[in-house]
């Protein structure tokens, strides 16, 4: 008994998907506020050596702030004072205008700095001073977060499909909110980090539970509308984390506000349904009778027919004489998964680390953070709408492809075109940007159809793990380009094309059922839906099952 066969009866698109949408709405507009929110907490505004000391009552005393300046520290190529040296003593000669700077002996900031606080009233590197020899630690606290969620994707992957999926949920938003508010308290850098890394952890089971959870409501036919679709969520959150960081300046009070809707989200999860797919793959038949009829009153259809509960249960007898304490390494037991395996970590991989190494860096186009923030965020929207269109026509495997070696290209052109021609790299840069965005809502939809359900869990938190793996070197990859400017473009470019060529060697499910067992994967699958005649199919295949359980039955008898 397929659980397409139950969707058909009882609806597989109706008003109780969509109610499912919108419930697992709000967190996911909470996720790319927090795994993009270091462009805003860590920015890095400009500074300069804290000179204050220096004030002595003398002659010091006797200069404006402008002449302090000139006697105490250095000034760039563009006139505006260095940022981490300062003069060993001050230098009054430099007040005569034709005195000359060069080769003066200098010293790193020996009493602090000062920030400009015009765009940011607090930042990570201003509470801790994270600057200079200690800039790195920003970029550092980023990469701590992701660790958090490639850790915490193994772990919510094995709880997932151990204890379903709608408990973990709720454990995911009491951890992000607790570990969220803790960290806008953190009194220390490595408390916050600590911090961080738990959120990081709890959000991780958001992020799997919310797509699996749409994806096995719905039939077949509406799987890309709901992968889609629902993943605006994402894009209308990432937009309203750049004007979250315009309106809030302070680190602290940022933090907060991203993690408040979890809150909300909270309250809503006692109308989210367990995944009935799931209850059925795991024998728990009567609590799936009562999802099932939920969703068909929802739906405003009949209740299940008598005929259907019966063949519900028949089925669900043999599987339960299987082994249903399914781990991951029954992702690497026999060779159709390890092959799966091994093909969807490496595409997950190069996903991740190109879209986070666009996303990023939103400096270096001459616009402004806030902006380019949001222009990347809003290219995001034509970029799902588009991929939407072609998911179903060209198929889920040309798609993950053709936006991976798409986006490689847009990396590799900006390579070359001179920094002077900034408008130009910042079109090119945000087609790359929606690009990535378009193949990672492909990678979403694609990988849950790809896993069978008594292992999807486990298998979206290996990918998961190995997206996180990407994201975490993200932030380690752009602080190459003090070594070679175009070093972090190069390896990003390299990894985006690699993957693309990589996805080429997955098997297409555009119109395929769900694999439920480890053996759909295992044996070629025959059934493939019509998308001209998806019904009438759904019929043959329904009525071919029918006589042949009958033929298997009359030869038992005989």
């Not at 911090?195 to 709890?202: H, I, N, P, S, Y």
């Not at 970590?345 to 990023?360: E, H, K, N, R």
């Amino acid at each position: 008994m397929k659980f397409e066969n139950i969707l058909e009866e009882i609806d597989g698109f109706g008003p109780f998907q969509i109610a499912l949408i919108i419930l697992l709405c709000t967190p996911r507009i909470v996720l790319p506020c927090h795994f993009l929110l270091n462009n805003f907490i860590a920015a890095l505004p400009p500074h300069r050596c804290d000179i204050s000391a220096l004030h002595d009552g003398g002659l010091f005393g006797n200069l404006t702030r402008e002449q302090r300046l000139t006697v105490s520290v250095p000034l760039r190529e563009n006139g505006e004072p260095k940022s981490c040296e300062m003069f060993a003593e001050p230098q009054f000669q430099l007040l005569d205008d034709d005195s000359n700077a060069a080769d003066l002996p200098t010293v790193q900031c020996q009493n602090g700095w000062v920030y400009d606080n015009s765009s940011f009233t607090s930042t990570l590197a201003t509470e801790w001073d994270l600057v200079c020899d200690r800039k790195s630690l920003t970029k550092t606290t980023s990469t701590i977060f992701f660790f958090g969620v490639m850790i915490g994707a193994i772990v919510f992957g094995f709880l997932c499909d151990k204890y379903g999926r709608k408990n973990t949920l709720l454990a995911s938003y009491i951890m992000a909110i607790v570990f969220g508010f803790s960290s806008a308290f953190a009194n220390s850098f490595i408390l916050f980090a600590v911090l961080r890394f738990l959120t990081g952890f709890g959000l991780t089971g958001i992020s799997i539970n919310s797509i699996v959870l749409s994806i096995e409501w719905v039939d077949t036919s509406h799987r890309s509308f709901i992968g889609v679709i629902g993943s605006l969520a994402w894009s209308a959150g990432n937009m309203l984390l750049a004007g979250f960081a315009f309106l809030v300046n302070d680190w602290r009070t940022l933090i907060m506000t991203v993690t408040a809707p979890l809150g909300f989200a909270v309250l809503t999860w006692w109308w989210i349904p367990e995944s009935a797919r799931w209850l059925l793959a795991n024998g728990k038949v009567e609590q799936a009778q009562f999802y099932l009829e939920q969703c068909s009153k929802f739906n405003k259809r009949q209740k299940l027919s008598s005929k259907l509960k019966m063949e519900t249960q028949s089925s669900m007898k043999s599987l339960e004489k299987q082994e249903k304490n399914y781990t991951y390494l029954h992702l690497i037991k026999t060779p159709g998964m390890r092959r799966l395996t091994l093909l969807t970590g490496i595409v997950w991989y190069g996903v991740a680390s190109t879209y986070y190494g666009i996303s990023l860096n939103i400096s270096g186009f001459g616009l402004d953070m806030y902006l380019t923030h949001f222009i990347y965020a809003a290219i995001e929207v034509p970029a799902k709408l588009m991929i939407y269109c072609f998911l179903n026509i060209i198929g889920r495997r040309k798609c993950q492809a053709g936006t991976l070696l798409l986006t490689g290209i847009c990396i590799a052109i900006n390579i070359f075109i001179p920094e002077g021609l900034w408008h130009l790299r910042a079109v090119v840069a945000i087609l790359g940007k929606g690009l990535s965005e378009a193949s990672f809502t492909t990678i979403f939809l694609y990988t849950t159809e790809l896993y069978p359900t008594v292992i999807r869990q486990n298998g979206l938190g290996y990918t998961n793990f190995m997206s996180r793996l990407g994201i975490s070197v993200a932030p380690l990859v752009l602080m190459l380009e003090d070594v070679w400017t175009v070093l972090p473009q190069i390896i990003i470019c390299s990894v985006a094309i690699i993957s693309g060529l990589m996805s080429l060697l997955l098997p297409e499910t555009v119109n395929k059922r769900l694999p439920e067992t480890i053996d759909d994967v295992e044996k070629p699958r025959r059934n493939d839906i019509s998308s001209h005649s998806v019904e009438s199919s759904g019929v043959l295949l329904e009525l071919k099952g029918t006589t042949e359980t009958k033929q298997c039955q009359d030869k038992q008898h005989n």
